[in-house]
């Protein structure tokens, strides 16, 4: 350390901290400590800040980027032709950009997986917070935790190598891909989401009220439908909320069951949603075709934008409730 | 406290990384002057370069050949660091136009030039071929179609496999997305351009050609290298669709991609040497790799 001294005499100015601390005065290290801990203090709260930051500034780019984007295609096609057009021929001779097959199909697959995935999701709720012991609960819990886990490939490529020619057999159908096929798969997928939130939900509920509902000479039954459930229904409509957010926003596994041909939906028809229109022709597309895709992406990011604040609302309400 | 001063340590060491980083650069300056006072050095290095191709290459056109075009350039500029080829997809006709406006020092077509669009002093200059295969599911019986059996199939007039030689089951047209070039080159030969009634419409080949094994009503087109036996290819009009009757021209559906350049037009070095990288014997496996059939 001393020869390094010698060699390079400015350096110690460059790091007062060190000359302080070739002074073997115990104090002099106790201060240097606080100083090195206070630097850090400070360095860690301003990582924090910039990460917090980061998030913000994704959020602003991504918004900023999807209007500048998104706008100049629908002002070139017309707002009412490309939200009320039913035909979608983007690479025709006369191209036409009408996505109403693509949003009433996201609407539709949406509000079918809901159907399906609700109650059902809502029911292993219930099994998981209110009927089933803790040691079958401890086993049925990881596995629904799990479904949140798989990748979203993964549900394609089973719907698509098993759904879609069962779809064809039990229905005796030409084709698999349809809308049921996704409408299935979306079910399973937002399966998780819901009754993780719900089974959160349920387990808030004050035990004194089932307890008086039981003593009134209601069945356990009963009791979870009269008094658990409604009591913790914005936890589980906070559930579905997330579970329409999943559905809405999922592109890789519909596009592999759906078919994507740019139909009306129909359950048995293969359909395009508004995720996989985007997906499926964004690699070769070009000119005003390119441009109509961001603008779909951009419908699509109000949606999800709707539904957060949705979400947000229903959450802020259950807040105020208790 | 043993940590603090090991930290401090490395700083200095640090520190004296930094001292000598500086007085060397500092050298390198004094030396700059000795490099400057010999300008011969420079001087070479300057011919070596003019030797070197360099230079803009600007081309574009049909968005089939994107991928055949796209590998010469990727081969052609790893070989020539200093010229910088471009490639705008806008499609055949844009590519045709803007070699005869002289936009595009090469257009790129993935058809023949037009007589008249030849009389007006273009030439066209075939680079590679494109060959679609036509396939079915393997439990198919069917083995032959014409093209206007293909056609009818396409666009829904056919509607049972019965009517062209097959089981009696439903035909579903299993295709590539909007934008595609097999989906371009398909519909453009066959002529069901935008006539089509897709049942699936997927965004890779492979996805075409899993979709059409999996589903024994299927009929589904691909790139003729894509093509594997977990489907059967039949033949167009008794051709059986191989890289052999593409380059001879006996299987119909194919395509010719095409340079398009202007007669008399001065062309640069290295759009003329990229032209000729890309005719050369060398391209034919950067071809193949595309899913294009080279010339033979």
């Not at chain 1, 998104?70 to 025709?92: C, D, H, M, N, Y």
């Not at chain 1, 049925?140 to 098993?162: D, F, K, N, Q, T």
């Not at chain 2, 030797?51 to 990727?74: C, M, P, Q, R």
């Not at chain 2, 997927?202 to 790139?223: C, D, E, H, K």
């Amino acid at each position: 350390m001393d020869m390094e001294q010698v060699k390079n005499p400015p350096k110690g100015a460059v790091f007062p901290a060190r000359a302080g601390k070739e002074d073997p005065r115990k104090s002099a290290g106790r201060s240097l400590r606080k100083m090195v801990r206070d630097l850090v203090e400070q360095i860690m709260n301003g990582v924090f800040f910039a990460c917090g930051m980061a998030a913000i500034l994704a959020v602003l780019l991504i918004t900023g980027y999807m209007i500048l984007a998104g706008l100049p295609a629908i002002g070139q096609i017309g707002v009412t032709e490309f939200l009320f057009g039913t035909r979608w021929a983007s690479t025709a001779a006369d191209p036409q950009f009408g996505i109403l097959p693509f949003i009433l199909t996201s609407a539709w697959g949406t509000l079918g997986a809901i159907l399906i995935g609700v109650p059902i999701g809502l029911f292993t709720a219930v099994f998981l917070a209110k009927v089933a012991s803790p040691r079958v609960a401890g086993m049925v819990r990881p596995a629904v935790e799990l479904l949140a886990g798989i990748p979203s490939v993964v549900y394609g490529l089973i719907g698509m190598m098993v759904l879609v020619p069962a779809m064809m057999d039990i229905f005796d159908l030409n084709n698999g891909t349809c809308l049921l096929a996704a409408i299935l798969v979306l079910a399973i997928m937002i399966l998780p989401s819901i009754s993780s939130v719900s089974e959160t939900a349920l387990r808030a509920v004050p035990r004194e009220y089932e307890e008086a509902s039981l003593a009134l000479g209601a069945t356990w039954i009963e009791t979870i439908f009269k008094v658990s459930i409604p009591a913790a229904k914005s936890g589980i409509v906070a559930g579905v909320v997330l579970g329409v957010g999943r559905a809405i926003g999922e592109a890789m596994a519909v596009m592999m069951v759906a078919g994507n041909v740019a139909n009306m939906p129909q359950l048995f028809k293969s359909v395009t949603f508004l995720t996989t229109a985007v997906a499926k022709e964004m690699s070769y597309a070009s000119g005003l075709q390119r441009q109509a895709l961001f603008s779909i992406a951009l419908v699509l990011f109000i949606f999800i934008m709707i539904i957060n604040a949705l979400l947000n609302f229903v959450l802020k309400k259950g807040d105020s409730h208790e | 406290m043993k940590k603090i001063v090991a930290i401090l340590l490395s700083l200095c060491l640090a520190g004296a990384l930094f001292t000598a980083c500086g007085s060397q650069s500092a050298d390198t300056a004094g030396d700059g002057a000795d490099a400057a006072a010999t300008p011969d050095a420079a001087a070479t290095q300057e011919t070596d370069e003019t030797e070197a191709l360099s230079g803009d290459v600007t081309t574009g056109g049909s968005t089939s050949v994107e991928k055949v075009v796209g590998a010469f350039i990727e081969a052609f500029m790893e070989a020539n660091p200093d010229v910088n080829v471009t490639y705008d997809p806008t499609g055949s006709g844009a590519g045709i136009t803007g070699a005869s406006e002289g936009t595009l020092d090469i257009g790129l077509s993935s058809r023949a030039l037009k007589d008249e669009e030849a009389a007006s002093g273009l030439t066209g200059t075939t680079f590679a071929l494109d060959g679609i295969a036509v396939i079915v599911n393997n439990e198919n019986t069917v083995e032959d179609l014409t093209l206007e059996q293909i056609k009818g199939l396409a666009t829904g007039e056919i509607t049972n496999w019965s009517e062209v030689g097959g089981p009696d089951a439903p035909v579903v047209l299993i295709g590539r997305e909007a934008g595609s070039g097999t989906r371009d080159g398909f519909e453009s030969i066959v002529d069901v351009e935008d006539a089509c009634k897709y049942e699936q419409e997927l965004n890779s080949t492979g996805g075409v050609i899993a979709a059409v094994a999996s589903n024994p009503n299927a009929f589904g087109y691909a790139s003729l290298s894509a093509v594997e036996d977990t489907v059967k290819a039949v033949t167009v009009g008794g051709v059986a669709a191989t890289e052999e009757t593409v380059q001879d021209g006996s299987y119909q559906i194919q395509r010719p991609f095409v340079f398009v350049t202007k007669d008399g037009a001065q062309q640069s070095e290295a759009a003329k040497a990229f032209m000729e990288f890309a005719l050369s014997a060398d391209a034919a496996d950067l071809i193949r790799n595309a899913g294009a059939v080279p010339l033979a």
